[in-house]
């Protein structure tokens, strides 16, 4: 390799590394930088030096000692044996220094502190090669303890999927605040929903989600939904913390922001303008959106009602939704009052919150199924959810370990490490390679799969429900505020150990029986004859607390 050397590059490049040096907070959030090495160096075909990282995150590029008077690229993506220069859509490639984005670095955006200087996701640098060449990345984040969840299945397609999820809370957490991704890097109330979930299931800190709650307070987005969204995360970070002074400061704005039209007699939900169901417009499922009451909006407005301890009133919204929206000659779930159109979204959220009537809900579920998934990665949210509603986890699990162009095995086939924010290019042509809003797997391997949800803020009392499917077997570690419960499941038996100063209600996956358990280790084996043990733990489907009630 030619040997140069180039005083320019070495004082952009130290410049910027000198930029490394301190850890910043936003709203109580430390970061920190990580020096990452690359796991692979090549030269390429025009004598190039590109250097893999191996996974893409946000940072920068330090090479000592440099090179004389050369290019020095970084990208997320490869084209041949080198960066893709000109990548789709807000895929980034760049050229040393970095320049800031003007989207992304806007008034709107979440700004990064200054000593931090310009940072972008990438997974390649690529420069002329040289003698004696070192190359790092400083990579920005949160210092997340990886090593508190952990989650292993018979599945190695659904191991796969979730720690690709998994590293996409890590790598986004680069702002500080739960952000919508590289293009905009600004807080969504739906996108902050889920990636709280997924930040859950890595760790039990909890300080992210509550800067991200500040920030929405004082930004909101204009969807309808989204408000309605807002007070589900407001609520979820409640419950899984017990951050009961977050949640009281809320409230009242929670309140609000869930009255997002006029109320009709029977409790529903006017509202016609600024809905959005799901996003980009073709994930929408064809969805009627010219409809004046309609059916997402309510269903979420039952939630928040619930989230918010008003069940009076939120059993009145039901019995309303279901006058207003099930068809009584198909028994789906109609997009609004009045409309002839049935979608997966209408009917998936439906089945998911427990809205369909009985009788209905076999056939809710058939036409959810017969549209597979027709939905953004964001709603498959609530798709996945409903599977388990409907006791029908395989489905869940061979849409989560899919492999065709719409799928998260998908997305890495395309070169992602990042969840991406749609299916592919053609879904969105300016999508970017890092957004939370798609890592629903993380979280539903948890809650779901292994079963672990908390019953009573900050996980005082919870539920363990494994529901493996046809998976010979499924383990691992779920964080909580109280510490981590450990399940290790098979077909024929079940081992759990709970914290302390937790009480756990354990729903035996063969049988549905339920056991009530304390802190320790506790083994359950398929055909034991066990005599049962008084109830402790409350058998709600969700313990609401609302402010001024006493937490049981």
């Not at 390799?1 to 040096?21: E, N």
């Not at 056991?515 to 320790?520: A, D, F, K, L, Q």
């Amino acid at each position: 390799m030619k040997k140069t050397r180039c005083t320019k590059a070495i004082a952009l490049l130290a410049a910027t590394a000198t930029a490394w040096t301190a850890a910043a907070a936003v709203e109580g959030v430390a970061r920190t930088v990580r020096v990452d090495p690359p796991v692979k160096v090549w030269t390429n075909a025009a004598g190039r030096v590109v250097a893999d990282f191996g996974n893409d995150m946000f940072g920068s590029v330090e090479v000592v000692p440099g090179i004389d008077g050369a290019e020095v690229w970084v990208g997320e993506k490869l084209s041949g044996d080198g960066i893709d220069r000109n990548p789709p859509g807000s895929v980034r490639a760049a050229k040393l220094p970095l320049v800031a984005d003007k989207r992304n670095t806007g008034p709107k955006a979440v700004p990064i502190p200054a000593e931090f200087g310009v940072v972008m996701p990438f997974r390649y640098a690529e420069f002329e090669a040289a003698a004696g060449l070192d190359v790092r990345r400083r990579t920005l984040i949160v210092p997340m303890d990886m090593t508190a969840s952990s989650f292993e299945c018979s599945d190695a397609k659904l191991n796969k999927v979730w720690q690709f999820c998994k590293d996409t809370i890590l790598a986004t957490s680069f702002a500080g605040l739960y952000v919508d991704g590289d293009r905009e890097r600004i807080p969504y109330e739906a996108d902050a929903y889920v990636n709280m979930l997924g930040e859950q299931a890595v760790w039990a800190d909890g300080a992210m989600a509550k800067a991200t709650i500040a920030w929405l307070a004082e930004n909101p987005t204009w969807p309808t939904e989204w408000a309605q969204m807002f007070v589900s995360f407001v609520y979820g970070h409640y419950l899984a913390t017990g951050d009961r002074e977050t949640f009281e400061r809320y409230a009242p704005l929670c309140r609000e922001r869930m009255r997002v039209g006029k109320l009709r007699k029977d409790g529903l939900v006017i509202r016609k303008s600024k809905n959005i169901v799901d996003w980009p417009v073709c994930e929408r499922d064809g969805y009627d959106m010219g409809v004046g009451v309609n059916a997402v909006v309510n269903a979420l407005y039952w939630r928040n009602l619930r989230e918010m301890g008003d069940e009076d009133e939120a059993a009145r919204v039901k019995a309303a939704f279901a006058r207003a929206f099930v068809d009584e000659a198909t028994g789906l779930v109609r997009d609004g009052e009045g409309s002839a159109h049935h979608s997966l979204h209408a009917n998936a959220l439906a089945l998911s919150l427990g809205l369909v009537p009985d009788e209905c809900r076999a056939r809710a579920w058939a036409f959810c199924k017969s549209r597979k998934m027709a939905c953004s990665p964001y709603f498959a949210q609530f798709l996945l959810e409903a599977a388990f509603e409907m006791d029908a986890p395989d489905y869940a699990i061979a849409l989560m370990t899919a492999e065709d162009d719409r799928s998260w095995l998908g997305m890495i086939r395309q070169g992602a490490t990042m969840a991406m924010e749609a299916w592919n290019q053609e879904v969105k042509p300016n999508q970017d390679w890092g957004h939370a809003w798609s890592t629903a797997p993380l979280n539903i391997a948890m809650r779901k799969i292994l079963g672990v949800e908390p019953l009573e803020p900050g996980y005082a009392a919870a539920r363990i429900r494994p529901r493996l499917g046809s998976l010979a077997f499924a383990k691992g570690k779920v964080p909580t505020v109280r510490g981590a419960i450990f399940v290790n499941c098979r077909q024929d038996a079940l081992a759990v150990v709970i914290p302390c100063g937790v009480r756990a209600e354990v729903v035996l996956p063969w049988n549905g029986e339920t056991r009530h358990v304390g802190e320790g280790r506790h083994v359950f084996q398929k055909g034991e004859i066990r005599e049962p043990r008084p109830a402790r733990v409350s058998s709600i489907r969700w313990s609401f607390v609302p402010p001024g009630r006493t937490m049981r």
